[in-house]
Every structure is written in C-alpha cells, then in structure tokens.
C-alpha cells in the first residue's frame, strides 16, 4: 500500500509511515526512509491514499467544507501579531490552551537550528518556544513523523499542520478513543501547496548567500505578509517581497500530490486559519502590500468553536464575523482549485494512475460551477501524468 503510494507520487510527506526517519529525496521533497512502516496506522491514515474530513456534525459549505463559523481578526498581542503570518491566530490559539492547560503540549513545524533551510518538528510546552516556531515554512515537513513516539506517553497534545497531515490525523483519531483524546486539538491552515527544497535553494542562489553561512531563514512573518529573509553569520542580510519569493520561484515546485488536492482548506481540522486578503487587483486577485496582520478563522467542530469562543471572551483575539459567501472573493484560488479537483482526478486515474481518494468532499457537485474549464483542467492532468509531471 505505502510502497503504491510512492511510486504514484501521491505521498504528501506527512511522515506518518516513518518513526521520525523522513529524508530529502532527488526532487526535494520529505520521504519515507525504506524503513516505512506497514502497520494499521499507516495503510488506514495515510494521506496519499484517503483523506476525509469525518466531520456529519457541522453544516456542509460546497467551497469551504464543514464549518462552524467564519470569522476575521487578530491576535491581541501585538508581538503575535507581528512575528506571524498573518494575524497570528493560529500562534495566539496554541499558546492560550497551554496558558490554560488545556494541552500539556504543541506539535509543530519550525526552522532546524542548525540549517535554517530545512524544518523541523517540535515538542513545544511553553508559549515562548510556540512563538517561535509562527510563521509559515514553504518547504518539506513531516509533523506527523512523531506521532508514533509520542503515543507512548500520557500527555495531551494540539497538533499543527498541513490539511492532509490533520486529515491523518483525524483518521488516527477515529481508529481509538485514547487517539482521540490525546489529540485534543487539531489546527491547520489553508495550503497551496509545499514546495521543493530546491525552491529555496534557488532563492538562496538569487540572494547570492551560501546555505552553510546561513543563521536564520524566514519565508514570511515579522509584518504581513513580511519578507522572505536570509541572515548570515557575517551578518548580511538578504530580503525578497513574499509576491516574488512564492509568486516567482516557490510555486514553480510543488509537490506531485499537491497538484491534485481536494483539501488545502483543512476539512478535518477543529480550526483553520488562513491569510484574510483585503484587496483584489483588477483580476480579483489580492494585494500583497505590507500591513498589520489579519487572519481568517474558521471553526469546524464544536471543539474549535468553543476554543474560539473562550478566545474572544478573554481578549485574546479581536474578530469580526466574516460572510461564508465572501470567503471567495478573498481565496479565489483555493475555491477554483477544489472545483477542477474532479475532473484531474478522472485524468489520472484514466492515465492509469492510483490516485487519493477524496471521501466527502462532493467534488462532482462542485465542479459544475466551473463548467467547461473542467475539459480544458482534464487535458492539462492527463497530458502532465503521461509526462509523469504529477
Ligand atoms: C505551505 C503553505 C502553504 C500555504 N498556502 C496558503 C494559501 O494558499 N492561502 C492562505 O490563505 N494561507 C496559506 N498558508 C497559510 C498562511 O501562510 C498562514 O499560515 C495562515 O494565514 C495562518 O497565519 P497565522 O498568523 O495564524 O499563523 P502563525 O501564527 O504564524 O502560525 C503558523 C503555524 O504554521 C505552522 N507551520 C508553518 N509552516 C509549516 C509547514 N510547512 N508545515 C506544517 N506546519 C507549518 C507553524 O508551526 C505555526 O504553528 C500557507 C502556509 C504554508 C506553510
Ligand atoms: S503520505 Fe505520509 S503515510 Fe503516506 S506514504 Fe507519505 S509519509 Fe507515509
Ligand atoms: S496542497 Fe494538499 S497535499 Fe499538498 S501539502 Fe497542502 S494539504 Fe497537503
């Protein structure tokens, strides 16, 4: 089962086959060392077979998947604000449930301290080390390769990830009421997708900086959507606009299996957060000018939603409600791309490739409002399979 995974490229890296032994390959991607596990776990939870929200409770929106509530602010600390991606929701979210001993701890990504580059996954107990991890990494990473490590103890955790990583996650939580309760909290974020390594590598190359004298890396974060920067040892320091470093060189790398996502909305999380574009340009697409940090939170289960109820009583956030119906005009990507999944997806599976299986995500009901563009997407995926570009 793993092993077809890989071999149709449908492997997102989650590292949930792996006991924390994930390497880079050729293309710059995280995979499963040859030592992948073959257990009930990894054939059951693994995102490059199923990925499915689980979620009957909440009501079903065609383009933004089971939810709650839609709402848009901030984190209430400024430093939170400042140091994350957008709003610092996700950030603010983590540190108050260790505040209240909620979680007795967090699983995330952050940089490698050794080789900035590269991520890392993270035990964190204290609100200091959360924040340290804020702000997105569009590079590999593996949150999930720890999972199997930390079934073994007694504590409660609150996981962040990429929406397959949660969707296995959910699974896993399904298969056993103690996986269920030591998960407690799953977070995510809207994903277009995880770039190669080599992307950032070639940003490296443009700044002109050799990786082994870099001391920090960051792709964004420190404003909004703030600048991807390099700082050596020697102290130099290099900085690109985000529209540049993902408009121009990360989004040419992503990931096979991102090419055919059904769910960068993270359907199976408690609460997603995602960037709350202001602006469209005259093509409806957002603006990217520097400003303070405003974030999408949505919530899914009631779990998520009291959370974010509990936020707001105690000022930890400052939210507006957020129409579900304008969600669109703020992620016109993420709406068209769950659209056309339906019709990539009968491209390779014709191609004669296995592909995910998308389960409660109606995707032949929503592809329908893209019409004819679905015959254009269909002949794009089955021409790039045959060329083994997916
Ligand atoms: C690969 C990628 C693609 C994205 N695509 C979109 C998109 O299409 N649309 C959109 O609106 N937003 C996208 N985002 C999310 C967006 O950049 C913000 O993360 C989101 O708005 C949440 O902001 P925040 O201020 O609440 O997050 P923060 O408080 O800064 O927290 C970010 C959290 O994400 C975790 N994280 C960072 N990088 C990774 C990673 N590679 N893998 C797993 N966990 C990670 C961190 O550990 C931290 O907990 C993407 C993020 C990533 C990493
Ligand atoms: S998606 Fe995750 S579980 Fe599946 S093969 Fe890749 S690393 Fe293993
Ligand atoms: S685009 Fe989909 S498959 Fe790719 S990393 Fe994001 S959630 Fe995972």
């Not at 030592?35 to 490059?48: A, L």
């Not at 007694?154 to 056993?176: E, F, M, Q, T």
């Not at 289960?301 to 669109?328: A, C, H, R, W």
Request: with cysteine; charged share 25%.
């Amino acid at each position: 089962m793993i092993s077809k995974v890989l071999n149709n490229n449908m492997c997102t890296g989650c590292g949930l086959c792996s006991d924390d032994d994930m390497l880079i390959d050729k293309a710059g991607y995280l995979r499963p060392s040859n030592n992948y596990i073959v257990d009930e776990i990894s054939t059951e939870c693994c995102p490059g077979v199923i990925v499915s929200h689980l979620n009957e409770s909440a009501p079903y929106d065609l383009s933004w998947g089971p939810i709650i509530s839609s709402q848009r602010g901030f984190s209430t600390n400024n430093e939170i604000r400042e140091k994350a991606s957008s709003g610092g929701g996700i950030s603010a979210t983590l540190m108050y449930l260790l505040e209240q001993g909620k979680v007795d701890a967090v699983i995330q990504i952050g940089a490698n301290k050794t080789q900035p580059i590269m991520n890392e996954v993270y035990i964190n107990l204290t609100t200091a080390d959360v924040l340290n991890c804020s702000g997105s990494r569009y590079s590999p990473s593996s949150p999930l390769s720890i999972i199997r490590k930390v079934l073994k103890d007694d504590k409660i955790y609150a996981v962040v990830g990429k929406p397959c990583d949660i969707a296995a996650l959910r699974k896993l939580k399904s298969l056993n009421p103690a996986y269920d309760q030591k998960f407690k909290y799953l977070i995510s974020f809207f994903c277009a997708g995880i770039p190669s390594l080599i992307g950032t590598r070639d940003i490296l190359a443009k700044f002109g900086i050799n990786e082994r004298d870099l001391i920090e890396f960051r792709y964004r974060g420190d404003g909004w959507p703030g600048l991807t920067t390099a700082k050596t040892k020697e102290g130099i320091s290099q900085t690109m606009t985000y529209n540049e470093s993902w408009g121009t060189i990360l989004n040419k790398y992503l990931q096979p299996r991102c090419k055919i996502c059904a769910d960068g909305i993270g359907e199976a999380a408690d609460i997603v957060c995602a960037d709350a574009w202001d602006e469209s340009d005259v093509a409806g697409y957002p603006s990217f000018e520097e400003k303070d940090g405003q974030s999408l939170l949505i919530t899914r289960t009631d779990i998520g939603k009291s959370l974010i109820d509990d936020m707001i009583y105690n000022k930890k956030i400052s939210v507006k409600e957020f129409p579900i119906q304008k969600i669109s005009s703020i992620q016109p990507f993420q709406k068209e791309r769950k659209e056309l999944c339906f019709s990539r997806l009968i491209a390779l599976r014709i191609a004669g490739r296995n592909v995910t299986k998308f389960e409660g995500y109606r995707l032949l009901k929503s592809a329908k409002n893209q019409g004819m563009k679905n015959i254009r997407s269909f002949i794009g995926a089955f021409k790039r399979s045959l060329s083994n570009r997916i």
